[in-house]
């Protein structure tokens, strides 16, 4: 559907963009993510023709963005960072003037800006002025111009920023209504929003992209891997003489706090977090469960710690700050 090689953006001797290169597949929600200055407005600029790179290429359904631009760019909906909004205007005032921007008949105008008002929910303001609207139902007139002309893929710039809570919640879940008849490219610098919608992340730190695969896939990446959590009922010298034992242990890390350490009618619990490789993690599993049992101690708990989107981000945009240095170093 889209397609990007190695993409580089320069302003100056600074880099905005550097050799990005991706594929993005029909069908999807996709998640842009990084921290502020990563490159993602570029790149999202870039792949809509709304700005040149420096070098590299983009293809819309094999359509360059910049040799066939009518063709590919009809193929995109697009809402920047800053909703571009005529606020003296009605929402439907706004949504027909797009609409002829985009070539939309005037037989069949009203219906479209009709249709898109439906989809995006703002029916009941579409002839009240912009500018006495909320900023999640001009969110929402931002994204209903985008949709103008049902275009294959919709192209979403940090889309929640500035709203209130119950507004990033409405704005979640028309993205992902969108996400059933659209390809949805989401840019946030919001991990929880990213692992909320999207299917597929790509993460982009300094212009570079350091990972690009589904977020359960990205956890399984993670050169910490994965975790276990364990109480027991022993104290904490049985239970870490157990589990230092059991060779697949990478770490053992005492998670006890002062309530569990304390005896309570005799008994006493111990809580660890242990760590091993993500492909051995059921296996350490059913050893610790043995071990346990072999000892007639009780397992209150034995569970697999979910790696966050936000695990998974520090470590990766660490790697890639340690990258940096030793190159600049060399």
Sequence with gaps: MITAKHLTKMYGNSKAVDDLSFTIEEGHIYGFLGPNGAGKSTTLNIITGCLSPTSGEVSIDNLDIYENSKEAK????????IPPLYVDQTPREYLEFVADAKKVSRKEKKDEVERVASETHIEDVLDKPIKFLSKGYRQRVGISQALIGDPQ?????EPTVGLDPMQILE???????????????????ILSEVQAICDKVLIIYKGKMVAFDAPENLGKTMS???????ICDCD??????????IE????????????SDTS???????KFILHADSAEIKMVAR???KAFAEKDIVLYELHQVKTTLEDIFIELTKEEESSDDSSTKA
């Design 74 to 81: 009809k193929k995109i909906g697009y809402l920047p960072e």
């Design 153 to 157: 893929i919709v192209i979403l710039d």
């Design 171 to 189: 704005i979640r879940e028309l993205i992902y209504e969108l996400g059933k008849k659209h390809t949805v490219i989401l840019s946030s610098h």
């Design 224 to 230: 910490s891997g994965a975790c276990l959590e364990i």
């Design 236 to 245: 904490k010298a049985a239970a870490k003489d157990i589990l230092e034992s």
């Design 248 to 259: 697949s242990i990478k770490t053992i890390e005492d998670d006890s706090d002062e309530k």
């Design 264 to 270: 309570n009618e005799g008994e006493t619990e111990s």
């Design 287 to 289: 050893e610790v469960f």
